[in-house]
């Protein structure tokens, strides 16, 4: 249900704006906020992941109440987009050390460029595996690890298909409809004629025949 994701993406919104405020300035942070933001930021991606690992196996091995079930089901999305929203807060202002030297790496650029069409094929690659199952499927952990090994690399290639025949063509037509045209740019040409002289290739004739000094940048006397 699109409602019970609108949390990450709301935080995004919000980090977004942001950032977007800041425009080229960078935040200036006391010592004692970076390390209590780095500080809450592990211990929340750990707790939700790690934190209560039994709630999703099925059956669940160990029993929670109510109100800790609707916490947890309700809020460890949101938690997890707050700790991936200061990692990137962060970097974003320099105070991401090593983590940003890792992530800002350009071995990542071309699967950032990936991530978008992956996540359309990725899903509908594994119901398909799932859904041509002819015998039944016995769990082990090798054959998960072939498994995931084998969607990942046929989606990739899926999706690298569908980014260089849909998403890059459109993303250029979004910029050639959506970016006004610079009429303010000048060409070579254009400098030329401003300053009166219609072909560059006569401008030392023309600077030595009024005697000017080029080293100075001023007239001599004639």
Not at 84 to 90: D, L
Request: glycine letters at 8%; proline letters at 5%; charged letters at 15%.
């Amino acid at each position: 249900m699109p409602w019970c994701r609108a949390g990450p993406w709301l935080v995004g919104i919000w980090l977004g704006y942001l950032i977007y405020n800041q425009g080229s300035k960078k935040a200036t942070l006391e010592k004692w906020q970076v390390v209590a933001g780095w500080t809450a930021a592990v211990i929340t991606g750990f707790l939700v992941v790690f934190g209560i690992w039994s709630y999703n196996t099925v059956p669940p091995m160990v029993e929670y109440d109510v109100v800790t079930q609707v916490v947890y089901g309700g809020l460890h999305r949101y938690a997890w987009a707050c700790a991936v929203a200061w990692v990137i807060y962060a970097s974003h202002n320099g105070y991401g050390g090593l983590v940003n030297e890792f992530l800002s790496h350009p071995v990542w650029q071309p699967l950032s460029r990936l991530t978008f069409t992956l996540y359309l094929v990725a899903l509908t690659l594994q119901n398909l595996i799932s859904y041509n199952s002819k015998i039944p499927y016995y769990f082990t952990h090798l054959n998960k690890v072939i498994e995931t090994v084998g969607a990942l690399v046929i989606s990739g290639l899926l999706a690298s298909v569908v980014y260089l025949t849909v998403e890059a063509p459109i993303i250029g037509l979004e910029r050639c409809l959506l970016t006004p045209p610079d009429r303010t740019r000048k060409t070579p040409e254009d400098e030329s004629t401003l300053s009166g002289q219609d072909n560059l290739a006569f401008k030392t004739e023309t600077e030595d025949s009024v005697g000017v000094n080029t080293d100075l940048g001023s007239p001599d006397e004639v």
